[in-house]
C-alpha cells in the first residue's frame, strides 16, 4: 500500500494467516511502536482485534542492504544471510540463498570427487555477487518506490508510474539482466563470455526413456549437454570416456514422438528446439544449475565445446576462467 501517510505490505500466509509490515515514521519511536497496543492499533484499519485475530509475533526491524566481497577463503564458504542481506521489497533473500545453495552444491560436488582442482569454488563469489547485487538494485529500487513519505514527492510518484502505464512502459527494463558474465564459461579471446554462455536456459517439457515431464525431472540433474544431432557421432572415445566419468548426458533433441534412442528427448512443445533456434546454436551444454557453460553453432563444434569445459577443470587453467 503506497500511502505516504504510512506505508504498508499485506502479505498472504496461507489460510488464517497474514503478515502486515507497517512503516515506523519520523518522530515515531521504535520502542513504543514495538508492543502489542501499537499492533493492535494499526491492525484496526484491517477491522482486525483480539476479538477476531490471534496476534503471533510483533517486532520491529531495520532493512539493510550490504554484501560480502569475497564469499570465500580456504575452505570457509559463505551463503544466505551470512554473505548477503537485502530488502524484502522483491522477496529475493531466501530464493537467493538458495540460488547460492544451488551455485556451490555442484561445484563442491566436482572438487570433492577429483574432476576439478579447488580453485573452481573461487567462480562461486564470481558468479552469485553479481545476480546478488542485481536483486539487491532491485528490491531498494522498489523500496524506494513503497516506502515514500512524503505526499507530494508521492504525487509526483504516482503520476509518473500512471504514465508509464498509460505508455505501455516497463519501470524495470533497464535493470541489469539476469545473465552471468564471469566465472565457469566458455571464453572467447578477450575473456568475454562466448555466444550464448552465461544465459539461463528454458524449462520443458518433454518425453526421455518412457517418462514425461519438465527437463530436470525426467532426464536428471548434472551436465547435459543438447544437440540437434546426436552428439556421440563426433566425440572420439576419448572425450566420451571423460563425459562419462564427469555425468555428462549427451542427448538429441528431437520432435519426432516415435524416437526411441538412449540419447533421444522428444522436445514436446518445441521449446528447446525454438531456443536452440533463437540462439543460432545446434547444441548447448548446460550447467547443473541450469546456465549456458557454452555453445555450438555447428554440430562439428560439439568437440571443441567439451574440450573447453575440460580446460576449466584442469588443475592448472581453473582459475583462468575466474573473472575476479
Request: net charge negative; glycine share 10%; proline share 6%.
Amino acid at each position: 500500500m503506497c500511502d505516504p501517510f504510512r506505508p504498508t505490505t499485506a502479505v498472504s500466509g496461507g489460510p488464517g494467516r497474514r503478515r502486515w509490515e507497517f512503516m515506523l515514521l519520523p518522530g515515531e519511536s521504535a520502542a513504543e511502536f514495538d508492543s502489542a497496543q501499537s499492533a493492535w492499533r494499526l491492525l484496526a484499519d484491517w477491522d482486525l482485534h483480539p476479538g477476531n485475530a490471534t496476534l503471533e509475533r510483533h517486532t520491529v526491524y531495520t532493512f539493510r542492504a550490504r554484501w560480502a566481497d569475497d564469499w570465500r577463503e580456504g575452505r570457509l564458504l559463505l551463503a544466505g544471510d551470512a554473505a548477503h542481506q537485502m530488502p524484502p521489497f522483491a522477496g529475493q533473500g531466501m530464493c537467493s540463498g538458495i540460488r547460492d545453495a544451488a551455485n556451490v552444491a555442484w561445484k563442491l560436488d566436482l572438487v570433492l570427487a577429483g574432476h576439478a582442482d579447488d580453485t573452481l569454488l573461487d567462480t562461486y563469489t564470481t558468479e552469485r555477487s553479481q545476480h546478488l547485487r542485481h536483486a539487491i538494485e532491485l528490491s531498494v529500487f522498489l523500496g524506494g518506490i513503497i516506502c515514500e513519505p512524503d505526499p507530494t514527492a508521492a504525487e509526483i510518484r504516482d503520476a509518473r508510474m500512471l504514465a508509464d502505464r498509460r505508455a505501455g512502459r516497463d519501470p524495470l527494463a533497464d535493470m541489469p539482466p539476469q545473465r552471468l558474465t564471469g566465472g565457469l564459461l566458455q571464453q572467447g579471446a578477450d575473456g568475454a563470455p562466448q555466444g550464448p554462455a552465461g544465459q539461463l536456459d528454458c524449462q520443458g517439457r518433454v518425453r526421455f526413456r518412457g517418462r514425461t515431464g519438465l527437463f530436470d525431472q525426467v532426464v536428471g540433474t548434472g551436465f547435459a549437454l543438447l544437440a540437434t544431432e546426436d552428439p556421440r557421432t563426433v566425440l572420439d572415445d576419448e572425450a566420451l570416456g571423460w563425459c562419462e566419468r564427469l555425468g555428462v548426458r549427451l542427448l538429441r533433441l528431437t520432435d519426432d514422438p516415435a524416437a526411441a534412442g538412449p540419447a533421444d528427448v522428444i522436445d514436446l512443445d518445441g521449446t528447446y528446439r525454438a531456443h536452440l533456434a533463437h540462439c543460432g546454436q545446434e547444441a548447448l551444454l548446460l550447467r547443473p544449475d541450469h546456465y549456458v557453460f557454452g555453445g555450438a553453432s555447428r554440430t562439428e563444434q560439439v568437440p571443441g565445446l567439451v574440450a573447453a569445459l575440460r580446460r576449466a577443470f584442469d588443475t592448472s587453467s581453473a582459475a583462468a576462467v575466474t573473472a575476479r
